[in-house]
């Protein structure tokens, strides 16, 4: 089997002697130890000639997603793909049940010269790049707090790499900024594909009432305001619960209510409950938001700047990833 596969040594868990285990245990693999985006493309150009047909990616959600769009952009069938859990968050990597990384690799090494179990995901795509998810709101300014708290944490960065400094970041920087701020952006949600669904109380998939194209189907404040196809966001927070609800549609949440209130519901939100007051759920092929007020936005859990408008439609491709539960059950490491 010709595997690749590829280590981000910016990581939470990247390192030099990851490089060296996957060397020792898939002794015939393509391995590159990147730091930078552009060492990364780099490395895609020389797969071109040659591409895999199992990589195995160590690192977080934004490693991965950039990965996927430098595959794409350079015209590279996407192979089948094993997340080794590297990152922050590894909304994917908890997903698709990965072990720790030592683990993985022994597992691979393990079932031999066939591709292991796979999963088929959907993409959400946005301005020409692919995602698991993507969104604007508190989770966008969340994830740029975190990552502005690590870069001024110095002596102190190991320790506020994990849940804790992302919680942390949120209660010391997020919240008070919008507690003490112009609140909630208002949106306008227009459905641009197919007509949309909806989950009713029960858990129930509903048609929209006209919900056809074109059709106006949210329009109020917006705490967050996004789109997935994958249930995590990371650290096991079920921001999209109903992600894979419904074959073939983006998942689609906004959340309409104040600071306040969320915080005061973030365990309810953080295990997925539904039914939640001011929550709405649609299923759609496309839509557009449209924002009173400029707002951040992320892909995959890398901020990509400010919006106004942006539109969400379901990728064509869809990416394989290894599905690390069916392994374990086949192989003993």
């Given at each position: ?278 929550m709405h759920d649609f299923f759609v092929e496309r839509l557009r938001m449209d924002f009173d007020r400029e707002v951040p936005f ?36």
């Amino acid at each position: 089997m010709n595997i690749a596969v590829l280590v981000n040594l910016r990581a939470r868990k990247g390192t030099e002697g990851m490089g060296g285990l996957v060397r020792d245990l898939l002794p015939r693999a393509r391995v590159a130890l990147t730091r930078s985006l552009e060492e990364a493309r780099e490395w895609v150009d020389q797969l071109r000639h040659d591409p895999p047909s199992l990589l195995l990616a160590g690192g977080g959600d934004g490693t991965i997603t950039g990965l996927l769009n430098e595959l794409r952009s350079q015209g590279v069938a996407l192979p089948a793909i094993g997340v080794l859990p590297l990152g922050t968050g590894n909304a994917w990597a908890r997903v698709t049940g990965a072990p720790r990384p030592h683990v993985a690799l022994k597992q691979i090494a393990a079932y031999g010269e066939r591709l292991p179990p796979l999963r088929p995901f959907s993409l959400v795509r946005v301005e020409g790049r692919v995602a698991p998810f993507a969104g604007t709101g508190w989770d966008a300014e969340m994830i740029q707090d975190f990552k502005n708290q690590l870069a001024s944490a110095g002596p102190l960065k190991k320790s506020q790499s994990g849940l804790r400094g992302y919680l942390g970041a949120m209660f010391t920087r997020t919240v008070p900024r919008h507690l003490f701020g112009e609140g909630n952006p208002n949106v306008s949600v227009y459905n641009l594909g197919a007509s949309a669904l909806t989950v009713d109380a029960t858990g129930a998939v509903r048609p929209v009432p006209n919900g056809g194209t074109g059709q106006l189907l949210y329009q109020g404040p917006a705490g967050v305001a996004g789109a997935a196809t994958t249930p995590e966001w990371g650290f096991g927070f079920k921001a999209f619960p109903f992600a894979q609800a419904v074959p073939h549609r983006l998942s689609v949440r906004v959340y309409g209510a104040g600071v306040m209130e969320a915080t005061r519901n973030m365990f309810r939100l953080w295990r997925g409950e539904h039914p939640m007051p001011r929550m709405h759920d649609f299923f759609v092929e496309r839509l557009r938001m449209d924002f009173d007020r400029e707002v951040p936005f992320q892909m995959g859990g890398d901020v990509l700047g400010m919006r106004r408008s942006l539109e969400f439609d379901l990728a064509e491709e869809n990416v394989q990833l290894v599905d690390w539960r069916r392994l374990g059950r086949l192989v003993a490491v």
